[in-house]
Nanobody, 115 residues
Framework: QVQLVESGGGLVQPGGSLRLSCAAS????????MGWYRQAPGKERELVAR???????NYTDSVKGRFTISRDNAKNTVYLQMNSLKPEDTAVYYC?????????WGQGTQVTVSS
């Protein structure tokens, strides 16, 4: 069964850092653009960053310069390094292909930025 499993979330103070991981079961993900998404309470899910199979990246404006998406195709893993975290980054973070497919949404990982 092909699935994505997110990890690495937690509670961090403003200005802190976290590194999220997305482990994909199935080599098909090596061939696709992957994305990190987030959903804050009361808000719609949004694309935060995406990375093509060749490594080209795009970010939503609110995280540019603070977040870095990367991938290790040999490990079928996508990462999201988050620095200079702000309270408004608080959300459940998910990975999926980009554009997303409903069949690949996992449980996500909670990121809470609070003092």
């Amino acid at each position: 069964q092909v699935q994505l499993v997110e990890s690495g979330g937690g509670l961090v103070q403003p200005g802190g850092s976290l590194r999220l991981s997305c482990a994909a079961s199935g080599s098909i993900f090596r061939l696709t653009t992957m994305g990190w998404y987030r959903q804050a309470p009361g808000k719609e899910r949004e694309l935060v960053a995406r990375i093509t199979r060749s490594g080209s990246t795009n970010y939503t404006d609110s995280v540019k310069g603070r977040f870095t998406i990367s991938r290790d195709n040999a490990k079928n893993t996508v990462y999201l390094q988050m620095n200079s975290l702000k309270p408004e980054d608080t959300a459940v973070y998910y990975c999926n292909i980009a554009p997303p497919s409903s069949i690949f949404w996992g449980q996500g990982t909670q990121v809470t930025v609070s003092s």
